[in-house]
């Protein structure tokens, strides 16, 4: 379907020797795509092969591609008003947050970044701040999960679980701690998925109490893990580690990077388990990716905490130049409602039914031991063994993503190449996919599949 063109040729000679990619590793073997527009779920490359993005992005352009509301929005906000410091205020950001406070069912205050990372970030700080502000001096550690992804800046790679991103930059930020997250598929023989569930949770109590309850500040978690593969929670699971929370003193950051803005089918992941984060950090689907924009969503009694400023150490000392942006702001608010008047979060729901109905008979084929979906984001797992459960290596990973290119299907993997868990291959197109998109990415996978790597 696709080959490389004349205009690709030129292009990857420029772009290798003066881009350095993200996490990618330089080959000349495996050159990148170089995309030129796209246009719903499909993308379009600089010599005119088209690709139905499967992964939105990086699981980030929930309404699609090509939007010129989206656009227009931007425009009119950067011909009137481009950029002012959120030390002070301006009407897009003050209307966003109040839309964000609706989305979010909660009384919360935002604070604006422009990364999933920073909005890790923020969530640390003020998690730390509010502990010492209410006395809880020694409350300093963050708890987290191995498997889960939090980003790339110092602070959410100590909260990331996942060896391969972290080892070449340790040691990393003190402080930061990791239990097992709830793998069911992986869960020992005889234990039923809520008992392997709530023992995966006790782990979290048990931590914070072996650790000292009084120095833990935080636990940290995406409500499903993504991009760690998918691995989703039993609800005994965010019941019992909310409750631990509260039982402890110990505040619940809700990791909604990937699940948040109609991903999970419902506005935001923690929604559909019913629990009451008291942080929640968003970016990617908030503006669809067309602009950078982060949140770091808190509960208002916690901002509360930093109101007096009778001591000057008493506010939050954290600035952010571009967090905030107008032009994002004014964005954000267009793209929620997209999502909103196209019923795009509850349309995640059914397109995630119809992808998982339609590659479920894939259990059937030796290498996948398991697929998992929660709202349009799916995993499947592929192993080498289905009785030993022993992960399929990664050229076989890589070789049906490879294939699936060649078909004109872009999918992802999960990745931890050092811990040995990289054969999860995901898939999370658009939202605003159409019935046809859903029906292509299921035939191009049954197909490759069932081609040579049935054999
Ligand atoms: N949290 C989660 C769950 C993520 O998936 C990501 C990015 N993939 C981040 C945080 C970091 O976001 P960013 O790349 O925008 O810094």
């Not at 839309?99 to 009384?107: A, F």
């Not at 790339?152 to 790679?157: C, D, E, I, V, Y």
Request: proline residues 4%; hydrophobic residues 40%; contains cysteine.
């Amino acid at each position: 379907m696709q080959s490389l063109g004349k205009e690709s040729e030129a292009a990857i000679k420029k772009d290798q020797q003066y881009l350095w990619h993200n996490i990618t590793p330089y080959s000349e073997a495996n050159p990148p795509m170089i995309a030129a527009s796209a246009s719903g779920s499909w993308v379009t490359d600089i010599d005119g092969n088209k690709f139905l993005d499967g992964m939105s992005g990086l699981w980030c352009v929930n309404v699609g591609y090509g939007r010129k509301e989206l656009a227009e929005a931007a425009y009119n906000q950067l011909l009137s008003l481009p950029y002012f410091p959120l030390t002070q205020s301006h009407m897009p950001a003050i209307a966003l947050a109040e839309k964000l406070n609706e989305w979010l069912e909660g009384d919360y205050v935002i604070f604006f970044s422009n990364s999933g990372s920073e909005a890790n970030e923020a969530a640390f700080k003020i998690a730390r701040q509010y502990q010492q502000q209410i006395g809880q001096h020694y409350r300093h550690k963050f708890i987290a999960r191995y498997r889960g992804y939090h980003g790339s800046s110092l602070g959410a790679l100590s909260a990331t679980g996942q060896a391969q991103r972290k080892y070449k930059y340790e040691p990393l930020v003190a402080g930061f701690l990791h239990v097992a997250p709830p793998d069911s598929y992986r869960r020992p023989a005889g234990m039923t998925v809520e008992e392997f569930n709530l023992q995966c949770a006790q782990a979290i109590e048990d931590t914070i109490v072996w650790e000292g309850v009084e120095t833990v500040a935080a636990v940290i978690m995406e409500p499903v893990i993504t991009g760690g593969g998918v691995i989703v929670p039993h609800q005994v699971y965010l019941d019992r580690v909310q409750e631990i929370c509260r039982k402890h003193g110990v505040l619940l950051i809700i990791d909604e990077v990937i699940c948040g803005f109609g991903r999970s089918g419902r506005k935001f992941g923690h929604q559909n388990f019913g629990i009451k984060p008291d942080i929640v950090t968003m970016a990617k689907g908030l503006t669809s990716a067309y602009l950078p924009l982060s949140a770091t969503a808190v509960r208002k009694d916690i901002y509360e905490a930093f109101k007096d400023n009778s001591d000057s150490y008493g506010h939050f000392r954290h600035v952010n130049t571009f967090g905030g942006n107008p032009a994002a702001c004014a964005l954000a608010l267009r793209n929620l409602e997209v999502l909103e008047q196209e019923n795009l979060v509850e349309r995640a729901d059914i397109l995630g039914q119809r992808l998982y109905s339609g590659l479920s008979g894939l259990l059937e084929h030796k290498l996948v031991g398991d697929i998992r979906s929660f709202g349009l984001v799916l995993g499947i797992e592929l192993v080498a063994d289905k009785a030993t459960k022993q992960p399929a290596d990664l050229d076989t990973v890589k070789g049906i993503i490879a294939d699936c290119k060649a078909k004109g299907l872009i999918i992802g993997k999960n990745g931890d190449t050092v811990a040995g868990f990289n054969n999860v291959l995901t898939v999370a197109p658009p939202l605003s996919s159409t019935d046809e998109d859903i029906q292509f990415i299921v035939e191009t996978l049954t197909a490759v599949l069932n081609g040579s790597w049935a054999e």
